[in-house]
């Protein structure tokens, strides 16, 4: 057991690094694995590489040109991609640079353009299918799921379907409840799809890449609020062959006494609790999932063998979501290590309303995930240092 | 078409017999659409199918005997038995499906166009290969058909859409369903030649097949071919069939294709009769072979309910021992813990 006022000086060092988190670099990871003192080693990487700074939008605007540049087999489709420039502004400059047999604007007809994609994949294209939220996608979702994910296993390995459907996903801004769902545990719970949610920039280069270049069908979860923030990216992640590894989840944040889970947008909402946390002597360990499906359930769980508590977090509706799987996953694996129940945050259990105060009760907010873990931290029978 | 027929009566007795199982969907009757197109295509031209494919499997070139074992579920089966009687693929012969959801095939058929043409444009293979999607009468009031009918055209894709109008969707009458049954009539709109043919006589078929083919490979655009047909048979195997008129039966039994052609070869004198018998004769033998065959093919070993998730295995993804999961010997050995 530590005691907090030694953890207080640590994460004194700590918080102040944290500040500009470059904890980007794999080096800089291997580094933390090997027990370096956290603080230590990320004001020295601080100095040590130069820091661009670039936004979500930028990165999946680079990552889409640099793929469609290496090979011509890539293109884009969807609604508003071309001349409109992307609804989100992603595919800006795109029509101009590939032309519109590349980047090609569709009429409004998800269940159409999907299976055209589908269909066009059969047959060695790599198309991007883009929608313009995923909401939009329950309309196409017959194609992705039977037409796409299905097919290699139907056709025993005879056609795979190297396709990437993208666009947002999750609750925007008083965008109200057809255009706010959460799509990550329905195709979560698809075998023969991969299912990628990146938070960073970094995660939405590497991994977009990553997805473009695979040879399943992968859905790319983005998230518009995240569009236009900015991280610090390190040249490694601006080379053209950058690319994340699909199916290994990422410590954004290295911690001791409590494991959070988290995916897109919660992941900055979890590193902003963890910091609150810290301040009240709770050193949180933040996981960037990155990987829906597959869940990295090696990494959560030697998390949660090291923390032994759990919380996780997500923006999408409550039962049979990611975090039930990930609860699930962690008590079949590492049920004699928790010292608490796990913590489950998630949206609300209803439609997402309109009204801006409503809403914000709608979606987890980071007090919630503070209490959250403030609760499977003292859970336990209190003969620890409830300082 | 004799092939066809045969195979299709030898489905309906295997599965009377318990060897076949699940949804089989016959294609007795409407033989005629099927080989009028595909016997015009080349190997490397696409075919896309409904639930109603084995037929359209034969016929673009899939062996009896890879069919049949795929019907019967053994790993010899044209998709090892994984994909069963409504999901026959075939890459080999470019028959991409084989799909169970009417109005499925069309825009992933409309999307082999798509890949055909762009090969030709943007990556500057000479390719004017073309598909055929074949649906029923019911597909055509599913949105996703006239969604596909609008990019087609607008695209000019090189396609065929065959509507197979066999008058009936299980149990459902077309004219109960649709409010203008005249289904070549819902090309013109969107600018595609919409022509109606009888799809009881083969020749004809074939006649308006030259030309809607000719006219994609051309890269004049799609085609709407409606075919007059009639299944024998109901809907599936296990299709009681008790909705349609025995009258209306009996008239369209009158008019079968593969008795039509005899009769028009034997008229006209083009073969001997003693010919047409052994081709007959050849056929059974065929298809008793492809029963053989099928009976004596081992079903899948458990090692297989694994494989072929994914082209990319890595996509079951990390094992508790931080290592790929598919990289761990005991991965395929079947469990469903995965």
Redesign the interface.
């Known amino acids: 057991m530590l005691s907090f006022t030694r953890r207080k000086v640590l994460c004194a060092d700590f918080i102040a690094s944290a500040k500009n988190v470059t904890f980007l670099s794999k080096t800089v990871l291997g580094k933390a694995f090997e027990r370096t003192p956290m603080a230590a080693s990320a004001s020295t990487r601080k100095f040590s590489t130069s820091h661009k700074e670039m936004t979500v939008r930028d990165a999946l605007n680079s990552a889409l040109d640099e793929e469609m540049a290496a090979d011509p087999k890539v293109f884009l489709m969807g609604e508003e991609v071309g001349e409109y420039q992307g609804a989100y502004k992603i595919s800006k400059g795109l029509l101009d640079k590939y032309g519109p047999e590349r980047v090609i604007d569709t009429p409004i007809t998800e269940a159409g353009f999907t299976g055209i994609g589908v269909g066009a994949a059969y047959y060695g294209l790599r198309p991007i299918i883009e929608f313009m939220t995923f909401n939009f996608s329950m309309q196409a979702i017959d194609h992705i799921i039977n037409s796409a994910a299905k097919s290699n296993y139907m056709s025993a390995g005879q056609i795979s379907v190297p396709i990437v459907f993208r666009g947002p996903n999750g609750a925007a801004a008083g965008v109200a409840a057809q255009h706010s769902q959460c799509y990550a545990a329905w195709y979560g719970s698809c075998p023969g799809l991969k299912v990628l949610s990146p938070y960073s920039s970094e995660d939405a280069r590497g991994l977009l890449k990553s997805a473009i270049r695979d040879p399943d069908p992968v859905i790319f979860l983005e998230n518009e609020i995240l569009y236009g923030e900015s991280f610090p990216v390190s040249a490694e992640v601006l080379d053209s062959s950058f690319s994340i590894p699909i199916g290994k989840a990422k410590i954004e944040r290295e911690g001791k006494d409590v494991s959070i889970t988290a995916f897109s947008k919660m992941v900055g909402f979890s590193l902003q609790a963890a910091e609150i946390l810290a301040k009240d002597g709770i050193s949180a360990e933040v996981i960037n999932l990155r990987s829906i499906r597959p869940l990295d359930r090696a990494m959560i769980n030697a998390s949660v063998r090291k923390t032994n508590r759990l919380v996780t977090v997500e923006e999408g509706f409550p039962q049979h979501g990611v975090g039930a799987e990930i609860c699930a996953s962690v008590i079949e694996e590492s049920f004699e290590y928790l010292d608490a129940p796990v913590e489950r945050i998630a949206g609300a259990d209803v439609p997402m309303p309109y009204a801006p105060n409503l809403e914000r009760l709608a979606v987890p907010q980071v007090e919630d995930i503070v209490r959250a873990a403030k609760r499977a931290c003292y859970r336990v029978v209190p003969n620890s240092a409830a300082a | 078409m004799l092939l066809g027929r045969s195979f299709e009566d030898m489905c309906a007795q295997m599965y009377y017999r318990g060897k076949m199982f699940g949804f089989v969907h016959l294609y007795n009757g409407q033989e005629a659409v099927s080989t009028g197109f595909i016997r015009l295509l080349t190997d490397r031209d ?1 075919v ?1 199918s409904t639930y109603r494919d084995h037929v359209h499997a034969l016929s673009k070139g899939v062996p009896a005997r890879a069919v049949m074992a795929e019907l019967f579920g053994k790993t010899t089966g044209c ?5 069963g009687s409504m ?1 026959m ?4 012969h470019n028959l ?6 009417i109005g ?1 095939g ?11 043409k ?2 030709r ?3 500057k293979e000479s390719c004017d290969d073309v598909t055929v999607a074949f649906f029923g009468d019911g597909t055509c009031n599913n ?2 058909f006239f ?2 009918l ?2 087609a055209a ?1 695209w000019k894709l090189p396609i065929v859409f065959v509507v197979e109008n066999n008058l009936w969707a299980i149990g459902m009458s077309h004219f109960r369903a649709t409010s203008d049954p005249e289904i070549w009539k819902k090309g013109p709109p969107f600018g595609i030649p919409g022509v109606h043919v009888d799809g009881m006589d083969v020749l004809k078929v074939r006649e308006v097949a030259k030309e809607a083919i000719a006219r994609a490979r051309r890269g004049d655009g799609p085609t709407l071919v409606e075919c007059d047909t009639y299944r024998f048979r109901g809907h599936s195997l296990a299709d009681p069939d008790e909705l349609r008129n025995p009258d209306e039966k009996a008239h369209y039994s009158s008019r079968d294709p593969i008795a039509a052609l005899k009769n028009y070869i034997l008229e006209h004198s083009l073969v001997p009769e003693s010919k047409l018998k052994a081709i007959e004769k050849n056929i059974e033998e065929l298809v008793e072979e492809a029963v053989e065959f099928a009976d004596s093919s081992p079903a899948p070993p458990r090692s297989q309910l694994l ?6 295995p ?9 290592k ?2 598919c990289e761990d010997p005991g991965f395929t050995q079947g469990t469903a813990q995965v």
Do not use: W
């Open positions: 696409t896309v998709c090892r038995g994984q994909g999901h693929f075939s890459r080999e991409i499906g084989g799909f169970a959801f499925e069309i825009p992933v058929a409309t999307g082999a166009a798509f890949s055909s762009y090969r444009e943007v990556l949105g996703q969604e596909c609008n990019m607008l494989e072929n998730v994914f082209a990319d890595k996509g079951f993804g990390i094992g508790s021992d931080g790929y999961r």
